[in-house]
């Protein structure tokens, strides 16, 4: 990869929706090597898909809460029915296996705090395999983007 391709995905973070002769203008391409370049990063899974990023809000979607997630047992198949179990919740909108403390850091959306409370006790409480359930819920978001730092 080189500085055209790292100001292509540059580009594309700021701009996903961007036609391909206004993303060789920006980058200093002409149209057709910028879109063989586009291409090229596709099929190497560099950039794996386009997404429009919705504002939580406007969808009435306005508590993000952090749930750590302790089980019962590390063995394989505790863990892969947890994350068989996350992979159906769609309020669980990320769902990371962690090293340390907890075995599990879960991002979750859902309308507000009681919405959450039922979520967790309906939902979140009821995969088994789960020891211990700790939230913690963030009280300002300072910084929360998608683009990499590819510079």
């Known amino acids: 990869m080189d ?3 790292r100001k292509i995905l540059q580009t594309l973070q700021q ?4 036609a391909n002769n206004e993303l060789a203008e920006r980058v ?3 149209a057709s090597p910028c879109l063989r370049r586009v291409k090229q990063l596709e099929d190497a899974g ?4 386009y997404a429009a990023l919705i504002d939580p809000q406007k969808v009435n979607l ?3 809460v952090f749930a750590r997630i302790w089980l019962k047992g590390q063995d394989e198949k505790t863990v892969n029915h947890f994350i068989d179990s996350v992979m159906d ?5 990320e769902c990371q296996l962690m090293a340390g403390d907890c075995d599990f850091f879960l991002r979750i959306v859902v309308t ?3 919405a959450y409370r039922k979520f967790q006790i309906q939902r979140l409480n009821k995969i088994s395999g789960i020891q211990n ?3 913690e819920i963030p009280l300002q978001k300072i910084k929360l983007t998608t683009a990499l730092p590819l510079g």
Not at 15 to 18: A, E, F, M, N, S
Not at 46 to 49: A, L, P
Not at 89 to 93: D, N, S
């Open 15 to 18: 701009d996903g929706k961007l």
């Open 28 to 30: 200093g391409l002409s």
């Open 133 to 135: 359930v700790k939230t």
């Open 3 to 5: 500085a055209i391709d």
């Open 62 to 64: 306005g508590l993000t």
């Open 46 to 49: 560099v950039i794996h898909h």
């Open 89 to 93: 919740i769609p309020e669980i909108v």
């Open 112 to 114: 507000d705090l009681d």
